[in-house]
């Protein structure tokens, strides 16, 4: 059973940074066989996916895009979420997601999701 874990959430200002975190256990992480994501969910709001990683190829949102990066540590079985320069309307709760590759990561269906860590930026 994949289990997914995020931290590293909290509150900063704009213009802050955050990394958030997300250990994996049941799974090993491998860009070759599976997809990796991040999702963000404001209040009122769709989710909506920040960055996908897999089969070599990392793919961001246009919103995010030269302000987010997407890495995987294998050796602490984590994928990780770097936010720079975040900006209020970067305010959600955000998750990561797994699922087995089978094609393009950014439009697959995740099967395994963590619980979510909230971010909040003020302006």
């Known amino acids: 059973q994949v289990h997914l874990v995020e931290s590293g959430g909290g509150s900063v200002q704009a213009g802050g940074s955050l990394r958030l975190s997300c250990a994996a256990s049941?799974?090993?992480?491998?860009?070759?066989?599976?997809?990796m994501a991040w999702f963000r969910q404001a209040p009122g709001k769709e989710r909506e996916g920040v960055g996908y990683?897999?089969?070599?190829?990392?793919i961001y949102a246009a919103s995010v895009k030269g302000r987010f990066t997407i890495s995987l540590d294998n050796a602490k079985n984590t994928l990780y979420l770097q936010m720079n320069s975040l900006k209020p309307e970067d305010t959600a709760m955000y998750y990561c997601?797994?699922?087995?590759?089978?094609?393009?990561?950014?439009?697959?269906?995740?099967?395994?999701w963590g619980q979510g860590t909230q971010v909040t930026v003020s302006s």
């Open positions: 049941g799974h090993t992480y491998s860009s070759s066989r599976y997809c």
């Open positions: 990683t897999g089969d070599g190829l990392t």
């Open positions: 997601a797994v699922t087995r590759y089978l094609g393009p990561c950014d439009i697959s269906s995740y099967n395994y």
